[in-house]
């Protein structure tokens, strides 16, 4: 079982930045590949980061290549999102998930989401 936490969530201007934090529960957080997912209003959760186990795969969101970067300290239990030059359109809920297998398309956990908005 594993209980993510995420925050760092808040109002920011178009192209600031923001770091996201998702803190994880259980001892075996190493072996659990992570990723985030947003959620704008009206649409659908989509993929936006995943990070495997030991931190040496990662995988980008077109939308987000070369603006965010993803990252984890496994010795913290926890996972960043770290968010640059921020656009009206990476407004969303943020959303931390894990799972077992970094190529799943049914990740199994999930936290319960931070409001990034991105607004003059």
């Known amino acids: 079982q594993v209980q993510l936490v995420e925050s760092g969530g808040g109002l920011v201007q178009p192209g600031g930045s923001l770091t996201l934090s998702c803190a994880a529960s259980g001892r075996t957080f190493s072996s659990y590949a992570m990723a985030w997912f947003r959620q704008a209003p009206g649409k659908e959760r989509v993929f936006v980061a995943s990070i495997s186990g030991n931190g040496g795969v990662t995988y980008y969101a077109d939308s987000v290549k070369g603006r965010f970067t993803i990252s984890r300290d496994n010795a913290k239990n926890t996972v960043i999102l770290q968010m640059n030059n921020l656009k009206s359109e990476d407004t969303a809920v943020y959303y931390c998930?894990?799972?077992?297998?970094?190529?799943?398309?049914?990740?199994?956990?999930w936290g319960q989401g931070t409001q990034v908005t991105v607004s003059s």
């Open positions: 998930a894990a799972d077992l297998y970094q190529a799943t398309t049914t990740w199994h956990y």
